[in-house]
């Protein structure tokens, strides 16, 4: 059998998916090479056989005309945004005084047309470079697509000005822009076509390249989770080591409040543990000797010995951020559909203007009329409004969005909300509230429900626990206790004013100090647990006096937020790691019917997975996601859209497509109802930006319009697009 080797490569130089497929074409031609190339994660991972070199792959990568290297996990990728950023800010500096002198007749003065010549050639030249290359790429392997009508337009745009100045009347001291409805005469000046053009598409282009990089800094939050060093016990002493040196069945220390270094089993001690970064859910985990415990979760109050069961990359951690990477991977780019067009609409643009050139040298034998119509019909197609269609609909959707607290990434999550058919929603911390609040107090005949939380909160003040945050946030005690101590998974124990006072589960507190729970107390707390809260009896001098049940609360949009996705013809279903009767409670209280419960991280993205298969017709169902815990970000990302709260981690709005900032799932609703709106007009702008395409380059070759004419024809299709594109301003989300 033949030996292989799996690497990755980071790829440069890609300007849209058909890159990222002709990258993977020519890697696949090598001998016993597969791979495939990602667009959205500029990453190719490649299988190489025996006898065949990493510097082999890249040499194919890169004569194919792009960039590749093995990746630096150390190195920030920003290189290509600073210099789309570079390039923006110094062509808009340059085309804006362009686009004033040459439609403002007032400004115009003499020479003016030769400082405007000055200010477009870098614009056209330096500004467009990325276009120009990808092109000639392009080009050489046989294929046309974005950057083909994008240099064409630039270069035609500015060749015809050159001529009009230097071997026409335009470069005449005094001459200002003759509008001739038929006719050339040499005169025409199309400088602030070249210079604003190419200043809209790296606007957009430079967008996209933001996108990008935040889409590759899940990965990079993920690994910031993971603690950096550990407390190892070797030879009887305590050494202080990198989190990497650890290796299965080394002992280390957890002080409370530290990191766990990896994954593991508790040897010593006894705490309760904080996983909601992995998790979602606010509730601490209980830990013993022989508790099972995840490297980056927080010890809370005890200390803990604990010996390494899985460590580096097969921990849990590890295992999440490869089940996103996978996620990410198995994701398909959407490709845009002026890049699909563009594969036919610039070689028959080209067939058509070499058509009239030689129609009217054969039937006229005019040379002037032949070349004019020939350019005309060049210059009509170019992609002003074509590059405008995406770009101006995106920035003016995207900002409505982030006034209603939405930010969408960009266009390909648009193509993904159109045919959302169920949304399946995490529960903590996105249909509730995230935070333990007591719910109720119940106490037993003769006694003061008041009194007994203000007891309680004595007791809990020195605890970090979130119940015993709730209890004593609600109990607002001025009262002290004194010789308090707790018992890990069971409660806590002090004196209050010479009252020996106990706050604990019942049967501790039968077990330890033989306590009997009256009956309308027992009856309290089997009414707190069906409603899915956690109760707990406050206990003094002997006697239980009361029930204190604490829950997270349900948030105050939620449901109105279901009834809104019902009304947009998507499913709500929650999926939380949480206990059935706890869910249930909650997706009954906001109207969700459908409930899964107990759901592993690792579990949640087969969810998503089992509700994309439900489809209708054999075809696969489209399904959105929404959480806000790093358990979520593998599921999120799994998605076909999916949606973090701006309240939750990192990593989850990393790895999704939408963030809702008010972390509210109302939010949810308006960002599929705005994604749709602003789908509709990008499609509503391609289809003007082709129609006057096709409607008008007829009417160039037959002569009927001038290459000043078709300019303007061009200019006129783009500021409808703009104008089109203000019309999201006015969304608004419904009731």
Request: net charge negative; charged share 20%.
């Amino acid at each position: 059998m033949t030996e292989t080797q799996t690497i990755d490569l980071e790829i440069g130089g890609m300007t849209c998916s058909s890159c990222a497929n002709r990258i993977e074409r020519k890697l696949g031609k090598m001998p016993g090479v597969e791979a495939t190339v990602n667009y959205a994660t500029e990453v190719a991972r490649v299988t190489l056989p025996s006898g065949t070199t990493v510097e082999d792959a890249i040499r194919t990568v890169e004569q194919t005309g792009y960039q590749a290297a093995l990746p630096q996990p150390d190195a920030v990728r920003d290189e290509h945004g600073t210099s789309l950023r570079t390039r923006l800010i110094v062509s808009a500096s340059l085309a804006v005084p362009v686009g004033v002198l040459s439609m403002v007749p007032a400004l115009q003065f003499t020479g003016w047309q030769w400082v405007a010549l000055a200010l477009t050639l870098p614009v056209a030249i330096w500004g467009a470079w990325p276009f120009h290359r990808a092109a000639a790429v392009n080009l050489r392997h046989g294929a046309a697509t974005m950057d083909t009508l994008v240099s064409l337009g630039v270069i035609a745009a500015l060749g015809w000005s050159l001529w009009a100045l230097i071997f026409g009347d335009a470069g005449r001291p005094g001459m200002q822009m003759q509008f001739q409805w038929l006719g050339a005469h040499g005169d025409e000046l199309y400088l602030e076509v070249a210079a604003l053009v190419t200043v809209f598409l790296l606007a957009g282009r430079f967008i996209e390249s933001r996108a990008k990089r935040s889409n590759q800094q899940a990965m990079r939050s993920l690994a910031r989770l993971a603690a950096k060093e550990a407390t190892v016990i070797r030879d009887g002493a305590d050494l202080r080591i990198p989190v990497g040196q650890l290796v299965v069945g080394d002992r280390f220390r957890v002080v409370p409040g530290e990191k766990i270094a990896a994954d593991g089993v508790v040897v010593e001690g006894a705490s309760a543990i904080d996983a909601s970064l992995l998790t979602g859910e606010s509730l601490p985990v209980e830990v013993t000797v022989g508790s099972e415990v995840v490297g980056a979760t927080i010890n809370g109050h005890g200390a803990l010995v604990v010996e390494a069961t899985r460590v580096g990359a097969d921990t849990e951690l590890q295992r999440i951020a490869s089940l996103l990477q996978r996620a990410q991977e198995g994701k398909a780019d959407v490709q845009r559909l002026a890049d699909r067009v563009s594969q036919w609409f610039v070689p028959v643009v080209l067939v058509l203007s070499l058509a009239a050139l030689v129609g009217w040298l054969l039937f006229t034998g005019d040379v002037a009329a032949a070349f004019t119509a020939a350019v005309a019909t060049l210059i009509i197609a170019c992609p002003c409004a074509l590059g405008l269609a995406t770009p101006t609909a995106l920035l003016v959707g995207t900002t409505r969005g982030a006034e209603l607290g939405v930010l969408i990434r960009d266009a390909r999550v648009l193509e993904s909300s159109r045919g959302i058919t169920t949304m399946l929603v995490d529960k903590t911390g996105t249909v509730t509230e995230g935070r333990m609040r007591v719910e109720a107090v119940v106490a037993t005949t003769g006694e003061d429900a008041d009194e007994a939380l203000r007891i309680a909160a004595a007791v809990e003040r020195a605890s970090e626990h979130p119940i015993a945050k709730a209890i004593v946030t609600a109990g607002a005690s001025e009262l002290r206790a004194e010789q308090v101590s707790g018992v890990a998974g069971a409660g806590v124990i002090g004196m209050v004013d010479g009252r020996a006072v106990q706050v604990g589960k019942p049967a501790w507190l039968a077990d330890a100090f033989a306590l009997a729970l009256p009956d309308d107390l027992a009856e309290a707390f089997e009414a707190a647990e069906a409603r899915g809260a956690t109760a707990l009896v406050v206990a003094w001098d002997g006697r239980m006096r009361a029930v204190v049940s604490v829950r997270d609360t349900v948030k105050a949009t939620s449901r109105a937020a279901v009834e809104r996705l019902g009304r947009l013809g998507i499913e709500v279903v929650m999926l939380t790691g949480d206990h059935e009767r706890a869910a249930r409670q909650v997706a009954d209280e906001v109207g969700i019917r459908r409930v899964l419960s107990g759901v592993t991280p690792t579990q949640k993205v087969d969810a998503v997975q089992a509700e994309q298969a439900r489809g209708a017709d054999g075809r696969p169902a489209k399904v959105a996601m929404a959480g806000d815990g790093v358990n979520d970000a593998a599921a999120l990302a799994a998605a076909d859209l999916g949606l973090a709260m701006g309240t939750g981690t990192d990593a989850a709005q990393q790895a999704a497509d939408i963030t809702l900032v008010h972390g509210d799932l109302a939010g949810a609703a308006d960002a599929i109802a705005l994604s749709r709106r602003t789908l509709r007009t990008i499609r509503g702008n391609l289809f003007w930006a082709f129609a006057y395409n096709v409607l008008a380059i007829p009417l160039a070759m037959a002569g009927l319009l001038n290459p000043l004419i078709a300019g303007a024809a061009m200019a006129f299709s783009s500021v409808f697009v703009v104008l089109h594109s203000l019309t999201l301003r006015g969304f608004r989300p419904t009731a």
